[in-house]
C-alpha cells in the first residue's frame, strides 16, 4: 500500500521561505508522476506543480512560477517543494500526490494523496 507524507509546514512572514518535504512508504513508485496541490480554506484544491522523470521535467503554476521549486531525491522515495518569497495568499494546507502516467493537473488526475501539510504566510 502506498503512503505520502507531507511534512516542512508551518508558520512563516510574507517574503519568507520554506521547503516542503513528502516521502513515500509502502510500494515503490518509482517514476510515477509526483505533484504539490494546495486547498486554502472554502477554495478548491488546486494544482501547484510536477515533477515527473525521465527525462526529468517539471511544470507550475502561474502562481508558482519563478517562487516555488520541485526536486527529488535520487533514490525517488523523496519529493520537495521548495517555496520563495512567501507571501499570505499562499496560506493553504499544501497535499502532495502521485501518479502512474500524466493526465492533466486535475485532481482525479493523480491517484495517491497525503495527508496534508498547514503553510501559513503572516503580513
Known amino acids: 500500500q502506498v503512503q505520502l507524507k507531507e511534512s516542512g509546514g508551518g508558520l512563516v512572514q510574507a517574503g519568507g521561505s520554506l521547503r516542503l518535504s513528502c516521502a513515500v512508504s509502502?510500494?515503490?513508485?518509482?517514476?510515477?508522476?509526483r505533484a504539490w496541490f494546495r486547498q486554502a480554506p472554502g477554495e478548491e484544491r488546486e494544482f501547484v506543480g510536477r515533477?515527473?522523470?525521465?527525462?526529468?521535467?517539471?511544470d507550475y503554476a502561474d502562481s508558482a512560477k519563478g517562487r516555488f521549486t520541485i526536486s527529488r531525491n535520487a533514490a525517488n522515495t523523496m519529493v520537495y517543494l521548495q517555496m520563495n518569497t512567501l507571501k499570505p495568499e499562499d496560506t493553504a494546507v499544501y497535499y502532495c500526490?502521485?501518479?502512474?502516467?500524466?493526465?492533466?493537473?486535475?485532481?482525479?488526475?493523480?491517484?495517491?494523496w497525503g495527508q496534508g501539510t498547514q503553510v501559513t504566510v503572516s503580513s
Open positions: 500526490a502521485a501518479a502512474r502516467t500524466y493526465k492533466g493537473r486535475r485532481v482525479d488526475d493523480f491517484d495517491y
Open positions: 509502502g510500494h515503490p513508485l518509482g517514476s510515477y508522476i
Open positions: 515533477i515527473s522523470w525521465p527525462p526529468l521535467n517539471t
